[in-house]
């Protein structure tokens, strides 16, 4: 299994470039979702879905979209890159189902927008 | 209110000590979930220690154990017999069960823990 995998590992955009996070993971999780780290901060959601084609908003969405077509894959799109975006952006996974509780992080991408 | 509240920004301890990280939480949820996660210097979120709101018993995992005081909505991370390679930054999470999916983590701001030689 290779968990959870992002890509890219980094990125640099221009202000008002748009842009997709890929997230994967092949653990067969219903939820999955997206936290953006700030230096000083400790993570924070952006968004999240609980199975394909439902997806909700977190404490921080302005400024991003997601959509869940597959089981496997949580794409995040950044529709018009801003600086207030640069930051770490971590995917995770986790079952929804019997005593589990464990969620699973991506390795990161590291966003810059100058 | 601040639902995850990490007071020490950084902490020093001597390899072969132990050491406490401190973690108060603030809900209202009976049914609530605390982790401990450690992200070195590489930047990856590594699982470390899990606690239910329903568990009689304190969690421990190999060197790691949770100081859990439900009443003082307290959630400390003991680490016995550190190792330099316990140096990271160290984050306290809450998953409770009212926040829709109950898989949603509210994070502390962390504590970064250098371990000395």
């Known amino acids: 299994n290779a968990g959870v995998t992002q890509t890219p590992k980094f990125q640099v955009l221009k202000t008002g470039q748009s842009m997709t996070l890929q997230c994967a993971q092949d653990m067969n999780h219903e939820y999955m979702s997206w936290y953006r780290q700030d230096p000083g901060m400790g993570l924070r959601l952006i968004h999240y879905s609980v199975g394909a084609g439902i997806t909700d908003q977190g404490e921080v969405p302005n400024g991003y979209n997601v959509s869940r077509s597959t089981t496997e894959d949580f794409p995040l799109r950044l529709l018009s890159a801003a600086p207030s975006q640069t930051s770490v952006y971590f995917c995770?996974?986790?079952?929804?189902?019997?005593?589990?509780?464990?969620?699973?992080f991506g390795p990161g991408t590291r966003l810059t927008v100058t | 209110a601040q639902k995850i509240t990490q007071t020490q920004p950084g902490m020093f301890v001597q390899e072969k000590e132990a050491v406490t990280l401190d973690c108060t939480y603030d809900?209202?949820?009976?049914?609530?979930?605390l982790f401990w996660y450690k992200q070195p210097s590489s930047g990856e979120m590594i699982f470390l220690i899990y606690?239910?709101?329903?568990?009689?018993q304190n969690a421990t995992e190999g060197r790691y154990s949770l100081n859990f005081q439900k009443a003082r909505k307290s959630a400390n991370l003991v680490i016995s017999a550190s190792q330099l390679g316990d140096s990271a930054m160290y984050f306290c999470a809450m998953r409770e069960a009212i926040s829709g999916s109950a898989r949603q983590l509210t994070f502390g701001s962390g504590t970064q823990l250098t371990v000395l030689p």
């Open positions: 995770a996974s986790s079952s929804l189902g019997g005593a589990s509780y464990e969620q699973y």
């Open positions: 606690q239910g709101s329903y568990d009689q």
């Open positions: 809900t209202s949820d009976p049914s609530y979930g």
